[in-house]
């Protein structure tokens, strides 16, 4: 059981990193004319949707956006259930020799990225895999970073970071809370 300690992000703040994070992917990707955006299910898809809101805004080109649902490729799936709930991953076009963005809520551990990438290669090959994650928290179990960080938040391993987006909730918000 987890307790609200603080507000990490405000929408502003939430807004104003992946906005950011928006320019960094142009200025990386010398334009956005090979840049595809794929996001995590869950919280990772509407974050991925304001990114590439973000990138025609600034390039005046829409970028694809994709969903990917990871449940299969994830390591701890028999620790987490017997019959886990999957989604399926939407992506509409074609990701080869392309820059694919992953789109993620918060960086931990390293295995959600790590069964993106597993996913991904379903796909096809792509030009090149960039990770954008609004939340870096630290604690990473395997060699794995963002490219494009919105907050790097150092944790405790008994804190949790919780992301607020529509549509699961009514607000946007970054928390951090506490184990009890």
């Given at each position: 059981?987890?307790?609200?300690?603080?507000?990490?992000?405000?929408?502003?703040?939430?807004?104003?990193?992946?906005?950011?994070?928006?320019?960094?992917?142009v200025e990386h990707n010398d334009g956005?004319?090979?840049?595809?955006?794929?996001?995590?299910?869950?919280?990772?898809?509407?974050?991925?949707?304001?990114?590439?809101?973000?990138?025609?805004?600034?390039?005046?080109?829409?970028?694809?956006?994709?969903?990917?649902?990871?449940?299969?490729?994830?390591?701890?799936?028999?620790?987490?259930?017997?019959n886990p709930v999957v989604h399926h991953?939407?992506?509409?076009?074609?990701?080869?020799?392309?820059?694919?963005?992953?789109?993620?809520?918060?960086?931990?551990?390293?295995?959600?990225?790590?069964?993106?990438?597993?996913?991904?290669?379903?796909?096809?090959?792509?030009?090149?895999?960039?990770?954008?994650?609004?939340?870096?928290?630290?604690?990473?179990?395997?060699?794995?970073?963002?490219?494009?960080?919105?907050?790097?938040?150092?944790?405790?391993?008994?804190?949790?970071?919780?992301?607020?987006?529509?549509?699961?909730?009514?607000?946007?918000?970054?928390?951090?809370?506490?184990?009890?």
């Amino acid at each position: 059981m987890y307790r609200y300690k603080t507000t990490i992000m405000d929408e502003t703040a939430v807004l104003r990193a992946l906005k950011r994070i928006s320019h960094e992917i142009v200025e990386h990707n010398d334009g956005a004319e090979d840049v595809c955006i794929v996001g995590i299910k869950r919280r990772g898809v509407p974050l991925a949707r304001i990114i590439a809101d973000n990138i025609e805004a600034i390039e005046g080109t829409r970028v694809p956006v994709g969903e990917l649902d990871i449940t299969f490729y994830r390591d701890d799936l028999e620790k987490d259930s017997v019959n886990p709930v999957v989604h399926h991953s939407e992506l509409g076009f074609s990701i080869e020799g392309r820059a694919v963005v992953l789109v993620d809520d918060v960086l931990y551990t390293g295995r959600t990225a790590s069964a993106a990438l597993d996913a991904l290669k379903s796909f096809g090959r792509a030009g090149s895999i960039q990770l954008a994650v609004l939340v870096d928290r630290g604690h990473r179990e395997l060699p794995i970073r963002g490219d494009y960080v919105g907050k790097n938040v150092p944790t405790s391993r008994n804190e949790l970071i919780s992301v607020h987006i529509p549509p699961y909730e009514d607000l946007i918000r970054v928390e951090l809370h506490e184990a009890e």
